[in-house]
């Protein structure tokens, strides 16, 4: 199967196998924030973005911060990730990668140091 036959459901069954990787201990401490998928980026975005998390890191947060905060958003884009994978596997491995690095965020890691753990 070549990449951009890859549907929205079985992209989303990707995402969310991604989500079930995630170790329990770190899935337990993740707060307030959502999972996505959409087509593409925002047009105020680089179109060849992968993944974008909007929110306030972890590390960021104080006691009583989210009474009314909305939730963070993690947003995986199904387009630009299936135009850079040659098959389903590599989108499976990409989503992986792109959920992991936004998840990161999450828990306040920045580009800088994602890139020197190798999930650049």
């Known amino acids: ?11 989303e069954e990707a995402v969310a196998d ?13 707060d307030n924030v959502v999972v996505l ?7 105020d975005l680089p179109g060849d973005l992968l993944g974008l998390y909007e929110g306030t890191p972890l590390t960021e947060r104080f006691d009583g911060w989210a009474a009314m905060a909305l939730p963070d958003r ?17 989108v499976v491995a990409e989503v992986r990668t792109t959920v992991v690095h936004e998840i990161a ?7 800088e140091r994602l890139h020197a753990l190798g999930w650049g």
């Open 37 to 43: 998928v959409e087509d593409d980026p925002p047009a």
């Open 105 to 111: 965020h999450h828990f306040g890691i920045d580009d």
């Open 1 to 11: 199967m070549r990449p951009e036959e890859l549907g929205r459901e079985e992209f």
């Open 74 to 90: 993690i947003t995986v884009f199904r387009h630009p990730t299936l135009a850079i994978c040659a098959d389903r596997a590599e």
């Open 18 to 30: 991604a989500l079930d990787e995630i170790p329990p201990e770190l899935a337990r401490v993740m």
